[in-house]
């Protein structure tokens, strides 16, 4: 049976472990949100580490307790870092975070999703139309053969990602997270409900990105679950308080660092959550 | 003869149409000021999204309402994607924004804004040494042949721009907008003067691009005369606003997006504005 | 015999002086902190500009009053930009600033940073690891062989660089920064150690980054060891004075650059400083 004080404590646990060792997470990210990740993972505790190349690329696969790769703007030298790093992380066991930002956008971009479905991402961080569309890319239950993506923002709702969340989590071993106004994490056997955040997370560019940003600092010190869920946890108690106090999209970034950098273990584990078994599959 | 009133008019439908239908304006554009672009973009109701790659970029062009190309920082799959991309938005009626950042420096760049002449773009921004050395670039009236641009900044007064602006509406058939104390925006046989703004928009990287961004948003929405003067109009509203609020370019840069974001489609009829007909020539 | 008062005193100009002439250092700089560099250094007055191509890098190199290159995220146009730019400042003298972000990292980052050896970088700017790290590649005192750089964190002391930045110093002819609680400036022949800032900047990403760029408009101005010293105590008295009003790191982030703006030339002669000879080499 599931346990949710047990989930809970195990989030406060991730929590102080961060803020305790100060772990390095990697990451190849989009530049138009990589300052935001790396302020964020920062703010929680983390150490971030941005590159391109692919040996230093493997450099921070290796030297890092985990990674996080973002898709969403692609430069030529993806095509052989991305790859050549997803293989290091899976040969090594090292947990990795794959943000798969515009999925159905571009060849290169469906390429190298394809290629990492080998690699076996240990988290996806994606709205509800990326974690379908990447289902349906990775020919698995849940997803659509067409994408629903339009630019970078989602058409469809968190709930109707459940099937491909799940799917997607079963094929990796590892976990899914669904951001929307309600968020989703799942490890194919359990599917958590996280209650909070705000309606500035959709006026600022980057709530999504560097919650996978987070989730890699995480998933240096427990489960991919674990890690997707307490990120997850952390923006949802975050993204409530900072909009309190501010009156715009522009404050709200600055105050939501700063939440984030306050934000205890005990908030996690005051925070709304609902913990059912994926049994209906 | 140029009515005044039914100008405003059209420049409140837009911010309210725009604010109605969250419509999607890709850009290419710096890695300095990209993160502003986006969230100014997202504080005026519109939605981003950003590429390097040129079928992405075909991608953006086709999916979006409007797009945006900013030259501020050139790498080296410009050269493929920008004219490809400005040919796909020239073949299909797309409009599209061209922010002429730092013409005159090096050759690629020379020689995509050569390029870029034949594609007509929609609207052009830029501060008056750049508006007056594409002139030259292209030919046309109020151009010069040597770029007066230094780095990023402007030599020269807006007024001084005023012939090269007319010019260049003329040829592309569009609008362009020159930003600096006072600012102009022509469809090349009117004229309007804006008013407002603020000291701190020179204190901060970005100011220029992100207008240019936003000019994109409205450009799905209305005429681009229209657009390129109601996001001159926003910016100079949230500008004067966000001042007398702060005392330092950091807490400007915060205000500024949360008056973008709450400024109404009133307090765009409201703001001072001259419209005169272009009739010297 | 070194004279205390002659150094703040020449700060003070140095101070004066960017805010009287508005000069502008060009960068070639990572994209995860790009925005805080240009916004810092327009904050102290002077003018920003980034690019990323040869010919582009040559004409910033030559139009501005020095320039700053900080290797964080290397593209693969680096290889050739790079070098070529840094030839081209050390044949035209002009000063220029060094950031070796994470030394010992991938096979092009050790090149590159080998090449800068023989152009003799006026300003180098790092923390204690990178300083070390640096000395230790081209084989000068206080150097180790192996790179204690983790990610783009310290694990050395300021203290334990003395010897290498010494060495540095030496080497090129011109100073060398070593940021940290407390930092280091030297000349080879005179060690400045500056006191203050906050320890919200290991909390944000960039201070060190943007200290670069300040320090390389600064040396537009003044000599390179006056530069380094302006640049470090302009950031340790806005550090400081930005902590006292903030709770957190997206706010100190704001508060730190409208302090860089707010800082005055007396502000400079009032903070903290050590001065002391190189004797014991």
Not at 20 to 35: D, F, H, K, L
Request: aromatic content about 6%; proline content about 3%; charged content about 15%.
């Amino acid at each position: 049976m599931v346990n949710k004080q047990e989930i809970q404590s195990k989030m406060m646990q991730a929590v102080e472990a961060v803020r305790g060792t100060n772990p390095m997470a990697g990451s190849i990210t989009n530049t138009v949100t990589i300052n935001l990740v790396a302020n964020a993972q920062l703010a929680v505790g983390g150490s971030a580490a941005m590159v391109y190349l692919p040996d230093e690329a493997e450099f921070l696969a290796k030297a890092g307790g985990a990674m996080c790769i973002n898709v969403g703007t692609l430069l030529p030298i993806y095509e052989e870092t991305l790859p050549y790093v997803a293989k290091v992380l899976h040969e090594t066991g090292k947990p990795w975070v794959l943000d798969p930002v515009a999925v159905g956008i571009g060849s290169l971009r469906t390429k190298l999703l394809q290629q990492f479905k080998a690699y076996k991402p240990t988290i996806i961080r994606g709205n509800a139309s990326e974690i379908i569309a990447l289902a349906g890319l990775w020919g698995l239950d849940g997803g659509t053969e067409q994408s629903n993506v339009r630019g970078v923002d989602s058409t469809d709702s968190v709930s109707g990602a459940k099937v491909a969340a799940i799917a997607l989590a079963k094929w990796t071993g590892g976990a899914v997270a669904v951001s929307g106004e309600t968020d989703l994490v799942t490890d194919g056997s359990i599917m958590a409900v996280s209650y909070g955040g705000s309606h500035f997370m959709e006026k600022i560019t980057g709530a999504g990105c560097s919650l996978g940003g987070v989730a890699a600092v995480y998933a240096t010190a427990t489960s991919p679950f674990i890690a997707a869920l307490t990120a997850t946890t952390v923006y949802n108690v975050a993204g409530k308080r900072a909009e309190l106090k501010v009156d715009g999209p522009g404050s709200f970034q600055v105050q939501f660092i700063d939440e984030l950098y306050k934000t205890t273990a005990e908030d996690i584990a005051n925070n709304s959550l609902d913990i059912e078994e994926v049994s209906f599959l």
